[in-house]
């Protein structure tokens, strides 16, 4: 059974700097995208970032320049490293696993998917 597991959420102040992990179990996804996506309250599931199975990288407009997407694939573990944050980063971030080597930018290119972790940005 394959699960992926978030963690590193927590509050921040504005400009602050966190850290989500996501460690996925079941299955390796060293070959495959694996990406985060985002949801603030009343609004839609939204692409962040992603890393292909090249370990090339990809990320919306709005976080390109603050976040980084890595990965240890000896760990079969991604992370998101989120700078500057701000308040409209506010949302809860979700790691999502695809079958796809190069993967897209939509919920419908991922597979499986983890609980979520509560990042929240005060100002």
């Known amino acids: 059974q394959v699960q992926l597991v978030e963690s590193g959420g927590g509050l921040v102040q504005a400009g602050g700097s966190l850290r989500l992990s996501c460690a996925a179990s079941g299955r390796t996804f060293s070959k495959y995208t694996m990406g985060w996506f985002r949801q603030a309250p009343g609004q839609e599931r939204e692409f962040v970032a992603a890393?292909?199975?090249?370990?090339?990288?990809y990320s919306a407009h709005s976080v390109k320049g603050r976040f980084t997407v890595s990965r240890d694939k000896a760990k079969n573990t991604v992370y998101l490293q989120m700078n500057s944050l701000k308040p409209e980063d506010t949302a809860v971030y979700f790691c999502?696993?695809?079958?796809?080597?190069?993967?897209?930018?939509?919920?419908?290119?991922?597979?499986?998917w983890g609980q979520g972790t509560q990042v929240t940005v005060s100002s």
């Open positions: 999502a696993a695809s079958g796809l080597y190069n993967g897209g930018y939509y919920s419908r290119d991922y597979d499986y």
């Open positions: 890393i292909r199975g090249s370990n090339s990288t």
